[in-house]
C-alpha cells in the first residue's frame, strides 16, 4: 500500500483573528508551530516515512512542512512548492474579519461566499495591492492565468491538473507523498480522491494541523484515518 499525508497547516495569524486570508502570507502562531510539531511526531509514531513532499508558495504551509519534517527526521526529501496549491483566493474579503464582514453583508450572503461551491467573492480590482499580479512571487506566471477572486470550483481546477500531473505518477509508482496546503485546496484535494461531489464537500471540516493519513491502492483510496485521536474532528471522506 502506498501512503499519502495531507495536512493543513498549523494555526495562523489570521486564523486566531478570524480573518479571510486566501493568498496573504501571513505566518503561524505559536499554537500553529506546535501543531505542525505535534503532526511530524504523530506521522514519525505512524511510521510515515514521505520520499518526496508538496507544499504551497505561502508561509504558512511552508513552514507546517519544515516542521513536520524535522520532526520526522527527513528534512532531506525533495520538496516542491507549487502556487496551484495556494488557498482559495477570497477576492475582495481578503483581510476582513468574518465576524464583521457578516454583520456588514448579512450572515445569508458570507455563507454564500463561504460555503458555495461555485461563487465567489467580488474581484479584486488589478490596481489592488492584495491582486496577486502585484506579488513578485507570481510575477513570472502568465497574468491571465492569477486569480483576482475564486469559488472552490475554481480552485479545484487549479488544484486537480497539478495533482494529475506532477503527483499521482509519484503516488502510482508507490512513492509515498507529503502534502502539506490549506482548507479549500485540500478539499479539491479531497474531491479528486475520494470523488466526493460539490454538494458533499463543503461540509468537510478540515482541522489545522492534524494529518490525514490515506492508504492507497495505486490511486485508490483503502483506508484513512486523522491521526491526532486527541482532537475532535469532522469523519474524513474514507471508504
Same mark, same amino acid.
Given at each position: ?23 496573504? #502570507? ?173 454538494? #458533499? ?26 491521526? #491526532? ?11
Amino acid at each position: 500500500m502506498t501512503r499519502l499525508v495531507l495536512t493543513r497547516h498549523g494555526q495562523s495569524a489570521w486564523n486566531l483573528e478570524n480573518r479571510f486570508t486566501g493568498w496573504v #502570507d501571513v505566518d503561524l502562531t505559536d499554537r500553529g508551530e506546535a501543531e505542525a510539531r505535534r503532526g511530524g511526531a504523530l506521522m514519525a509514531e505512524a511510521g510515515f516515512a514521505p520520499e518526496a513532499a508538496y507544499t504551497s508558495v505561502l508561509k504558512r504551509a511552508i513552514r507546517t512542512l519544515w516542521l513536520s519534517l524535522e520532526a520526522l527526521d527527513r528534512v532531506w526529501i525533495p520538496v516542491e512548492k507549487d502556487w496551484r496549491l495556494n488557498e482559495r483566493h477570497y477576492g475582495g474579503l481578503t483581510g476582513l474579519n468574518k465576524a464583521e464582514t457578516a454583520e456588514a453583508h448579512g450572515a445569508e450572503q458570507v455563507h454564500v461566499w463561504r460555503r458555495s461551491y461555485d461563487i465567489a467573492p467580488p474581484a479584486l480590482a488589478e490596481t489592488d495591492e492584495r491582486h496577486p499580479r502585484n506579488d513578485p512571487r507570481y510575477a513570472s506566471l502568465d497574468p491571465a492565468a492569477l486569480p483576482a477572486t475564486e469559488s472552490l470550483k475554481t480552485t479545484l481546477e487549479r488544484v486537480e491538473p497539478y495533482f494529475n500531473s506532477q503527483i499521482a505518477p509519484k503516488l502510482d509508482a508507490g512513492q509515498d507523498i507529503l502534502i502539506s496546503a490549506h482548507g479549500n485546496s485540500l478539499r479539491a484535494l479531497l474531491m479528486v480522491l475520494f470523488k466526493v461531489s460539490p454538494d #458533499d464537500i463543503m461540509g468537510f471540516e478540515i482541522p489545522t494541523g492534524n494529518p490525514l493519513l490515506i492508504e492507497l491502492d495505486g490511486l485508490a483510496p483503502r483506508e484513512c484515518a486523522y491521526l #491526532d485521536a486527541d482532537r475532535a474532528n469532522p469523519t474524513p471522506p474514507c471508504p
